[in-house]
Nanobody
Framework: QVQLVESGGGLVQSGGSLRVSCAAS????????MGWYRQAPGREREFVAL????????WYGDSVKGRFTISRDKAKNTVYLQMNSLKDEDTAVYYC?????????????????WGQGTQVTVSS
């Protein structure tokens, strides 16, 4: 069982920056990728970014490309999401995710473990 603990959410002004972190409680050699999804009120959970745990390859959702950067620290079992140029529409609960296998599309249904979520609110 993998437990994921997110931190770093909060309130930020539009155009600002924020970094969220996710620490995995147990090192899992079977992890294929870790990353982030988000969910705004009344909307489906949306893919944000993933990073391959072994190679460091990254994937991003179209709405965050060029603004968000995902990274990992393998020694700390931690993944980070640096969010720049934040917009009002980035407001959501951000969930850390672990996938144990490669998938064709990063749909939320393929996530094996979820964190509890951290709120990010962007105000204009």
């Amino acid at each position: 069982q993998v437990q994921l603990v997110e931190s770093g959410g909060g309130l930020v002004q539009s155009g600002g920056s924020l970094r969220v972190s996710c620490a995995a409680s147990v090192r899992t050699s079977s992890t294929y990728s870790m990353g982030w999804y988000r969910q705004a009120p009344g909307r489906e959970r949306e893919f944000v970014a993933l990073i391959s745990w072994s190679s460091g390859s990254t994937w991003y959702g179209d709405s965050v490309k060029g603004r968000f950067t995902i990274s990992r620290d393998k020694a700390k079992n931690t993944v980070y999401l640096q969010m720049n140029s934040l917009k009002d529409e980035d407001t959501a609960v951000y969930y850390c995710a672990v996938l144990l296998r490669r998938v064709g599309a990063p749909k939320a249904q393929f996530v094996d473990y979820w964190g509890q979520g951290t709120q990010v609110t962007v105000s204009s």
